[in-house]
């Protein structure tokens, strides 16, 4: 799955400001639940970031598996330069993703960021240079390369690298030996090891 991010200047954070107080918790667990349905899609989620993705766009694209983004495009978390903080899940997903310090860096200061220092720091896994159909196109490109390969292999791969991130590495290896033990007698690994010994490309049917 394809999807882009693009011109969100912080859309959700205007609209927060014309909410009520009562209103504002259930607006932003709603951009905190579309996040989480995306990241728990059983198929990888390749997020483009074009224009300008601030707050909840940004948000969403942490829900993301594989993130590319163009060198000029403009990211960052700002809530705190408006006396709020990341509430769809911005402050938990962006620690896992660059690591503790340089997300509390980024959220306590609202530093804005291009695709440049994105790539460089994690955020993203590519910046490209163009327009803003470019990192579309690598999107795309990234997907192509993800679709040959076998598609049960990949889910379990996904699964076995999200879940078990969240675990202890001893339950992170008994998950990744589970999820290896469910590929073993499909027909999509039997064709694997005989395209392997035939020396041909596989042709997997996901079963």
Known sequence: MV????????ADLIERATLADADVLPFVDNI?????DLADLPVPVIAAINGWAMGGGLEIALGADIRV???KAKMGLVETKWSLLPGGGGSQRLARTVGLPMAKELIFTARVIDGVEAARIGLVNHAVDGDDEA???KALEIASEILSKGPL???????AISCGAEM???NGLRLEQQCYGRIIP?????????AFKEKRSPVYKGE
Do not use: F, I, P
């Open 3 to 10: 999807y882009a991010v693009e011109y969100n200047s912080g």
């Open 69 to 71: 983004s163009t060198k």
């Open 135 to 137: 990192a579309y196109q």
């Open 186 to 194: 499909t027909k999509d690994r039997q064709e694997g090891m005989r």
């Open 168 to 170: 202890d590495l001893a």
């Open 153 to 159: 292999a990949v889910r379990a791969a996904k699964t």
């Open 32 to 36: 905190r639940g579309l996040t989480t």
